[in-house]
């Protein structure tokens, strides 16, 4: 009769982390299916293709004596204003400034570690120029 009581002690506690684990297994993937959490994903992703953020890296901002280089570098064949300027992520080792031309286009400016223009994209197309 010593036997039950000790086998109930070690199954109750094995039982309750089984039930812990099916309901917290079953919440989450009852949410990840709903249609609002599909809608939500949807959104987020087009409010990112919108910005034109379509790539997962994050690309840091370009700061100090290389930003003014970079950007004096791109507004000396791309006149215009400099919208932003920043590391790119899509091609390491490379400078990349957006500047707002005169007739309201943006085109984004690829320079390399010396400050020479390499590439071009206009806003808006996946097409490249070379800037050479």
Same mark, same amino acid.
């Given at each position: 009769? &010593?036997?039950?009581? &000790? &086998?109930? /002690?070690?199954? =109750?506690?094995?039982?309750? /982390?089984?039930? =812990?684990?099916?309901?917290?297994?079953?919440?989450?993937? +009852?949410?990840?299916?709903?249609?609002?959490?599909?809608?939500? &994903?949807?959104?987020?992703?087009?409010?990112?293709?919108?910005?034109?953020?379509?790539?997962?890296?994050?690309?840091?901002? /370009?700061?100090?004596?290389?930003?003014?280089?970079?950007?004096?570098?791109? /507004?000396?064949?791309?006149?215009?204003?400099?919208?932003?300027?920043?590391?790119?992520?899509?091609?390491?080792?490379?400078?990349?400034?957006?500047?707002?031309?005169?007739?309201?286009? +943006?085109?984004?400016?690829?320079?390399?570690? +010396?400050?020479?223009?390499?590439?071009?994209?206009?806003?808006? $197309?996946?097409? $490249?120029?070379? =800037? +050479?």
């Amino acid at each position: 009769m &010593r036997a039950l009581p &000790r &086998r109930a /002690l070690l199954a =109750a506690p094995a039982a309750v /982390l089984m039930f =812990a684990l099916v309901a917290c297994g079953g919440a989450s993937d +009852s949410d990840s299916g709903s249609p609002k959490a599909a809608d939500t &994903r949807q959104s987020a992703q087009s409010a990112g293709a919108a910005a034109g953020d379509t790539d997962d890296e994050t690309e840091p901002p /370009l700061t100090g004596d290389i930003k003014q280089k970079a950007e004096a570098a791109a /507004l000396a064949e791309y006149p215009g204003t400099v919208v932003k300027s920043e590391e790119d992520a899509e091609k390491p080792g490379m400078y990349a400034v957006e500047v707002k031309q005169q007739d309201g286009t +943006s085109i984004e400016v690829y320079l390399d570690k +010396s400050f020479k223009v390499t590439d071009t994209k206009k806003e808006g $197309t996946e097409e $490249t120029d070379d =800037a +050479s």
